[in-house]
C-alpha cells in the first residue's frame, strides 16, 4: 500500500525550531520530487516547499524561504522539513506529497506556534 | 508567480443538481491543472489531473475541462458524499492552489 506517515508537529514557542519528517512506503521514494502543503485554521492549501528525486534542488515559497529547510535520506525512506525563527503564522497542519503523482498525501501533523 | 482565483467561494446546491466551479489563471498554464476534494479532518483527495483527466476511481459524474487560463470542475448530479471543499491547482512550476470552493448543502 502507498503511504506517506507525517510525525514531528506539536506545540512551539515564536522563534522555536521544529523538524518534521515524512515516512514513505509502498513506492520508490528516490524517484519521486516530494513536498510540503500546509494549511491553517479554517484556511485553504499553501504549498510551502519542494524537493527533487535525488535532493540536489530545492524550492520554497517566499513565507518560509530562509527559515525552514527540506531535505530528504533514500536510505531511511524519508522526508524532513527543517522549520526554523517559527512565527504565529506558521500554525497549521503540515502534508508531505509526492510531488510528481500528485495523489499521494499523508494524514497531515500539526504545527502550533504559541506562546 | 502565477495566482490561481476561484469562484465562487462558496455554493449552495441540493443533491441532484449539476454545479459547476471555476478557476481563472493570472497567466497561461496550458493544462497544467488540477482539482482535488477535502473533507474536514482529511488530506485533499486528487479528482482530475491535466484539466480533464478524471484520476482513477472517481466517479464520473467529476469532469473537468479548460486550457490556457480558464478551467472548470462540474459535478453532473450533486450526491451526499460530494458536499467538501474543493480547489484547483496549478503544478507545471510549483504548486499553486486557488482559495477554495466549500460546496454546501442548500
Known amino acids: 500500500e502507498v503511504q506517506l506517515l507525517e510525525s514531528g508537529g506539536g506545540l512551539v514557542q515564536p522563534g522555536g525550531s521544529l523538524r518534521l519528517s515524512c515516512v514513505a512506503s509502498g513506492f520508490t521514494f528516490s524517484s519521486y520530487a516530494m513536498t510540503w502543503v500546509r494549511q491553517a485554521p479554517g484556511k485553504g492549501l499553501e504549498w510551502v516547499s519542494a524537493?527533487?528525486?535525488?535532493?540536489?534542488?530545492?524550492y520554497y515559497a517566499d513565507s518560509v524561504k530562509g527559515r525552514f529547510t527540506i531535505s530528504r535520506d533514500k536510505s531511511k525512506n524519508t522526508l524532513y522539513l527543517q522549520m526554523n525563527s517559527l512565527r504565529a503564522e506558521d500554525t497549521a497542519i503540515y502534508y508531505c506529497a509526492n510531488y510528481d503523482s500528485l495523489d499521494v498525501w499523508g494524514q497531515g501533523t500539526a504545527v502550533t506556534v504559541s506562546s | 508567480d502565477i495566482q490561481m482565483t476561484q469562484s465562487p467561494s462558496t455554493l449552495s446546491a441540493s443533491v441532484g443538481d449539476r454545479v459547476t466551479i471555476t478557476c481563472r489563471a493570472s497567466q497561461t498554464i496550458s493544462t497544467w491543472l488540477a482539482w482535488y476534494q477535502q473533507k474536514p479532518g482529511n488530506a485533499p483527495k486528487l479528482l482530475i489531473y491535466q484539466a480533464s483527466t478524471l484520476q482513477s476511481g472517481v466517479p464520473s459524474r467529476f469532469s473537468g475541462s479548460g486550457s490556457g487560463t480558464d478551467f472548470t470542475l462540474a459535478i453532473s448530479s450533486l450526491q451526499p458524499d460530494d458536499f467538501a471543499t474543493y480547489y484547483c491547482q496549478h503544478y507545471k512550476r510549483y504548486w499553486t492552489f486557488g482559495q477554495g470552493t466549500k460546496v454546501e448543502i442548500k
Open positions: 524537493i527533487s528525486d535525488n535532493g540536489d534542488n530545492t
